[in-house]
């Protein structure tokens, strides 16, 4: 299966983001939207695995106190428009433990520079940006997530969830 580690949305968050999808729809209709449940930002991409346990052992021992997240603006990489993830220094640190644990997994993770951010839409060609604006959350989870494409829709289903905590 396909997998992947991400940080879940808050309810404000996602709201901020969806505020900014829906002027982005208004001007660019044709690009493909991420759905409202499947908006997340990702820690760490770690594509086709059956190791669902050694996933688990990585994340658990990664994980630490909870920390507060900042999201707003928006960016793109070519035609996929994003909204911001501000890089702190606990997600920064928790990032790359992950990376250093999953690596000794053996799990095949690039080291490219860590650029959180949370796809808004793909597909949207041109320049245009949406306001998104800015929102504080908590990150208390940390999620492995399961990709499916369901009749040409991306799903995605948690298969582990662990809770950050200060014990
Ligand atoms: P994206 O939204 O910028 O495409 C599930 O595919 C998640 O993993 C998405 O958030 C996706 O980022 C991210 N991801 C990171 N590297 C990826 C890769 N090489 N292929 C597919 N998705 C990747």
Redesign the pocket.
């Known amino acids: 299966m396909r997998l992947?580690i991400a940080l879940p949305m808050s309810e404000e968050a996602r709201g901020a983001i969806l505020a900014g999808a829906d002027e982005l729809r208004a001007k660019i209709p044709a690009a493909n939207y991420s759905r409202a449940e499947n908006l997340?930002i990702?820690l760490a991409?770690i594509g086709e695995s059956n190791r669902v346990d050694a996933l688990k052992a990585c994340i658990d021992e990664v994980c630490r106190a909870p920390f507060t997240v900042t999201v707003g603006g928006s960016g793109r990489f070519g035609d996929?428009v994003w909204a911001g993830v501000r890089v702190s220094p606990p997600l920064a640190a928790l990032e790359r433990r992950l990376r250093v644990s999953l690596q000794r997994a053996g799990f095949r993770i690039e080291n490219r520079p860590f650029r959180p951010?949370i796809?808004i839409a793909r597909e949207a060609p041109g320049s245009l940006l949406p306001h998104v604006p800015e929102v504080t959350m908590a990150a208390d989870r940390v999620l492995l997530m399961r990709?499916d494409r369901q009749n040409g829709r991306l799903v995605y289903t948690p298969v582990y969830e662990r809770r950050l905590t200060d014990a």
């Open positions: 992947f997340h990702t991409f996929l951010h796809t990709s």
